[in-house]
């Protein structure tokens, strides 16, 4: 099993930042994707950022240029720095681990609100 744990959410206002941090626990082994994930209101969950094996990266198009994804590997913690917010962007963001089996984990989701 892998815990998730998300945090870092929040009110903000649009223009302005967030950093989310995801902190992983448990049997961290065969993990081949980490990334976030957000669901807005009447929306289906979609990818925001993700790291692919070693160090490749995708990003949501919406999001490039503005959202970057890093990790500290000694800590076991994912972060999604969220920069020039926009009230699009309101969600809730979840943290998701994958293993090479196929089968993934899911945090309990951090909400995210931009206000304009």
């Known amino acids: 099993q892998v815990q998730l744990a998300e945090s870092g959410g929040g009110l903000v206002q649009a223009g302005g930042s967030l950093r989310l941090s995801c902190a992983a626990s448990?049997?961290?082994?065969?993990?081949?994707?980490m990334g976030w994930y957000r669901q807005a209101p009447g929306k289906q969950r979609e990818l925001v950022a993700r790291?692919?094996?070693?160090?490749?990266?995708n990003y949501a198009d919406s999001v490039k240029g503005r959202f970057t994804i890093s990790r500290d590997n000694a800590k076991n913690t994912l972060y999604l720095q969220m920069n020039s917010l926009k009230p699009e962007d309101t969600g809730v963001y979840f943290c998701?681990?994958?293993?090479?089996?196929?089968?993934?984990?899911w945090g309990q989701g951090t909400q995210v609100t931009v206000s304009s």
């Open positions: 998701n681990a994958l293993r090479t089996s196929g089968l993934g984990y």
């Open positions: 448990g049997s961290i082994v065969n993990i081949v994707a």
């Open positions: 790291f692919i094996g070693g160090t490749s990266t």
